[in-house]
């Protein structure tokens, strides 16, 4: 089987530019590595989850529970694994995800406010994509901890349109990446991710440091894959 490792982060964390780093570094080592991205926006499997987002359900993220979104997402990772990385996988890749099930820990959990709630949550969606979906769990979630003031500023810097000419529902709610990025805190101690801090007195760190830090995180492990 192969090797798991999720770049997971709040919006304008860097989660792609990491992913794609990393990427090259273990290639460049000679490692059979290949990325993938979620939301797969270039298939069909994602229509559901740019209708949410894009605002069809309602115009912020109350439109669907945290259950209700869940569901949309976990189809588009079924239907991705099955389709393009299941092979790979099988055939001894390390698989490198731009955002997985955690994504869902951040930004569906981040709906929810009593803990006891969320841990109820968050057996389910274990319960949902990991045993009844057949999703393989991930050997290793790297969190890129970027609070929520600079993500948002990065995010509107980088004028990432990902639904066609305005931000999407959670994008554009301070609220909702506030709470993504609590959610995140919590559920990254609670499952033991891989903790980045990606800023330093209140600015980014430089791409390299932090490409250097996720690297630290799995490269004792990787020799053995």
Known sequence: MGYLIVIEGTDGSGKQTQADRLLLRLQMLGKKAIKFSFPNYDSLSSGPVKMYLGGEFGDNDKSLDAYQASVLYAVDR????????????????????????????????????????????????????????????????????????VSMELARARGDLKTGGKKDIHEKDPNHLIHAYNAGIYVGEKYGWSRIQCTRNGKMRTIEDISNDIFDEIKEEIKRV
């Open 78 to 149: 079924l239907c991705t694994y099955k389709k393009d990385i299941e092979k790979y996988y099988n055939d001894g890749y390390i698989v490198v995800l731009d955002r997985y099930v955690q994504s869902n820990m951040l930004h569906q959990a981040g709906k929810i406010r009593e803990t006891v709630a969320v841990d109820k949550y968050l057996d389910w969606l274990d319960e949902l994509e990991f045993n009844t979906l057949h999703l393989p769990r991930a050997n290793k979630v790297i969190f890129l901890d970027v609070p929520v003031d």
